[in-house]
C-alpha cells in the first residue's frame, strides 16, 4: 500500500510537469526542465542502491558519463546513429556496473564509497587525458535526434515515468523485498537464504544501466558530452536530490531533482556559493528530517485524513 501512495504521487508530479510547457514557454527554462529530468533519473537510480538496497556508491555521474561517452563516441568515430549508440550505452553501462558490483559490493560502509569514488575519477581521467580518442577536456560533439525542444521535452518525461513504473513494480516483485531486506540486515537476509551479493550486484547492474541511458539520452539533448559530466560535484547534486527528496522512496528522488536543480539555477549567480546551500541542506535533512520532503507531505496527508472526534453531548 505504502509503495502504491508513492506511485500515484509520482505520477502526480509527472501529470504536473507534463502540464507546465503551458506556462513555461521560455525555452532556456524548458531545457532547464529537461536537464531536470536526466538528474530524476541519475537520482532514481541512486536511490534503488543507496535507498532501497544499502548500498552508498559514489559513481552514479560517472556512469552517466560512460553512457553519453559510448554513444558519443560510436557517432563521431563509426557515424552509428542514435538507436545504435542508446542501446550501447546502457549495455555497456550495465556491464561495467556488473564488473565493479562483483569487485566492490563485497565491501561496506566508507570502504565501499572510497572504492566507488576511486572508479569514478578513474573514469573521468582516462577520458580527460585520451585526447586522441574523446577529445579530452575539448569535448565531444554528439548529433542530435530531435529538432524541437518541446518533443525532447516529453521523450525525456517519457522515459523517466517508465524508469519509475519499472523501480515499482521491481519493488513490489519478491527482488523488492531482498534488496530492503539486505539494507535492513544483512545476516538476517542471508540466514533466510537470500544471496547477498548476487542482489547487491543486480541492483549495481540495474542502477548503472539506469544511469547510462540518462546519461546517453542527455548527451543527444545537449549535442555534446565532456569530462565534466563525471566531476565529483555531480555526485554530490544526486545525492542532495534524494536526501532532499526522501531517501527510500518513489517521489522523493523525483520532486528532489526537480527542486534542486531549478534551485541551483537560480542560485547560479551566486557561484560555488550553491554547493555549499545544497550542502547544508543535505546535513540538516540528514540529520533532522530523514523522510526528506516526502515525510513532510505524508505527515500533512495523516493530519488532514484525521478527524477530529466528536464533541461530547450535554446528555452525556
Not at 77 to 93: D, E, K, M, Q, T
Not at 141 to 148: A, R
Not at 270 to 280: M, N, P, T
Request: charged share 10%; glycine share 10%; proline share 4%.
Amino acid at each position: 500500500m505504502r509503495d502504491r501512495i508513492q506511485l500515484v504521487f509520482s505520477l502526480g508530479i509527472f501529470a504536473l510537469v507534463a502540464l507546465l510547457p503551458a506556462i513555461v514557454r521560455n525555452e532556456y527554462w524548458q531545457g532547464v526542465l529537461i536537464v531536470s529530468m536526466y538528474f530524476a533519473m541519475l537520482a532514481a537510480a541512486w536511490n534503488l542502491l543507496a535507498g532501497y538496497t544499502g548500498q552508498f556508491s559514489l559513481a552514479p555521474a560517472a556512469f552517466g558519463m560512460i553512457g553519453a561517452y559510448v554513444t558519443g563516441l560510436l557517432s563521431y568515430h563509426f557515424n552509428a546513429p542514435p538507436l545504435v549508440g542508446i542501446p550501447a550505452a546502457v549495455v555497456v553501462s550495465a556491464a561495467i556496473g556488473f564488473g565493479l558490483g562483483r569487485i566492490v559490493l563485497r565491501l561496506r560502509g566508507p570502504y565501499l564509497a572510497l572504492t566507488t569514488l576511486s572508479f569514478a575519477e578513474i573514469c573521468r581521467l582516462v577520458i580527460s587525458n585520451s585526447i586522441e580518442i574523446t577529445r579530452g577536456d575539448l569535448g565531444l560533439s554528439v548529433p542530435g535526434i530531435f529538432d524541437h525542444r518541446l518533443t525532447w521535452y516529453y521523450v525525456m518525461l517519457g522515459v523517466l515515468v517508465v524508469i519509475q513504473l519499472g523501480l515499482y513494480f521491481l519493488l513490489r516483485a519478491p527482488a523488492g523485498l531482498y534488496l530492503r531486506a539486505i539494507r535492513d540486515d544483512e545476516i538476517a537476509a542471508a540466514s533466510r537464504g537470500v544471496k547477498i551479493v548476487l542482489w547487491k550486484t543486480n541492483a549495481f547492474t540495474l542502477s548503472a544501466a539506469i544511469s547510462g541511458l540518462a546519461g546517453a539520452l542527455y548527451g543527444h539533448f545537449a549535442q555534446f558530452v565532456s569530462p565534466e559530466l563525471g566531476l565529483l560535484s555531480q555526485t554530490g547534486i544526486i545525492v542532495s536530490m534524494v536526501v532532499i527528496g526522501g531517501l527510500a522512496t518513489l517521489p522523493g528522488p523525483i520532486g528532489g531533482a526537480f527542486l534542486v536543480y531549478v534551485a541551483s539555477e537560480f542560485l547560479r549567480d551566486f557561484g560555488g556559493y550553491q554547493l555549499i546551500v545544497f550542502a547544508l541542506l543535505v546535513i540538516i535533512f540528514a540529520r533532522f528530517f530523514r523522510e526528506g520532503l516526502w515525510g513532510f507531505f505524508r505527515r500533512a496527508i495523516e493530519r488532514t485524513g484525521r478527524r477530529p472526534a466528536p464533541a461530547p453531548s450535554a446528555a452525556e
